[in-house]
T-cell receptor, first 113, second 116 residues
Framework: DQQVKQNSPSLSVQEGRISILNCDYT??????FLWYKKYPAEGPTFLIS?????DKNEDGRFTVFLNKSAKHLSLHIVPSQPGDSAVYFC????????????FGKGTKLSVKP | ETGVTQSPTHLIKTRGQQVTLRCSSQ?????VSWYQQALGQGPQFIFQ???????GRGNFPPRFSGLQFPNYSSELNVNALELDDSALYLC???????????????FGPGTRLTVL
């Protein structure tokens, strides 16, 4: 039973436009959510996180939105750049930022020049 | 640069053998977690160590075991290797265990294990 779901395996966006990556979860006990970016042959790189007590967190071009009632979070990248092309993983934890992370299967983002 | 290193980069073993994978965390990172990432999947939690003691375990059999050392290094040991153990093995480290902490877990580049 997958507790964290990323239903779009891939997303293609034009450079300069907005990229929106979506993630759904089923476990209401999750209290911390993260997005990681992964390039081939590298480990996941932390991008941005949000605690369940917030509904929005922003860091430069990256914004994460959390809708607890819908058990849904999204990552917005504005403006998208070709270097953003990677696989994006959504992850959730029941133990704050230190708990074990439950990952989705990832969404491959392609940003075209 | 996360400061988390893993060795070896790649490894080929045969079914039934045993393997040890290594991870070196940043100084001060008392928590280390290990994940298995199969092809086309997200990383799956194996176990976590905090100050050299196991602090949580995922749905993996006992033939997956670990050690954490005082010098911020750790090991993942897998006995009786099976073909399905072929995957990328990732370690992630962070500073502490405090639930209120906002410190993030930082991943190493992984070890690609192939079991033939």
């Amino acid at each position: 039973d997958q507790q964290v779901k990323q239903n779009s395996p891939s997303l293609s966006v034009q450079e300069g436009r907005i990229s929106i990556l979506n993630c759904d979860y089923t476990n209401s006990m999750f209290d911390y959510f993260l997005w990681y970016k992964k390039y081939p042959a590298e480990g996941p790189t932390f991008l941005i996180s949000i605690s369940s007590i917030k509904d929005k967190n922003e860091d430069g071009r990256f914004t994460v939105f959390l809708n607890k009632s819908a058990k849904h979070l999204s990552l917005h990248i504005v403006p998208s750049q070709p270097g953003d092309s990677a696989v994006y993983f959504c992850a959730a934890s029941k133990g704050g930022s230190q708990g074990n992370l439950i990952f989705g299967k990832g969404t491959k983002l392609s940003v075209k020049p | 640069e996360t400061g988390v290193t893993q060795s070896p980069t790649h490894l080929i073993k045969t079914r039934g053998q045993q393997v040890t994978l290594r991870c070196s965390s940043q100084s001060g990172h008392n928590t280390v977690s290990w994940y298995q990432q199969a092809l086309g999947q997200g990383p799956q939690f194996i176990f976590q160590y905090y100050r050299e003691e196991e602090n949580g375990r995922g749905n993996f059999p006992p033939r997956f075991s670990g050690l954490q050392f005082p010098n911020y290094s750790s090991e993942l040991n897998v006995n009786a290797l099976e073909l399905d153990d072929s995957a990328l093995y990732l370690c992630a480290s962070s500073t502490g265990q405090d639930r209120s902490s906002t410190d993030t877990q930082y991943f190493g580049p992984g070890t690609r294990l192939t079991v033939l």
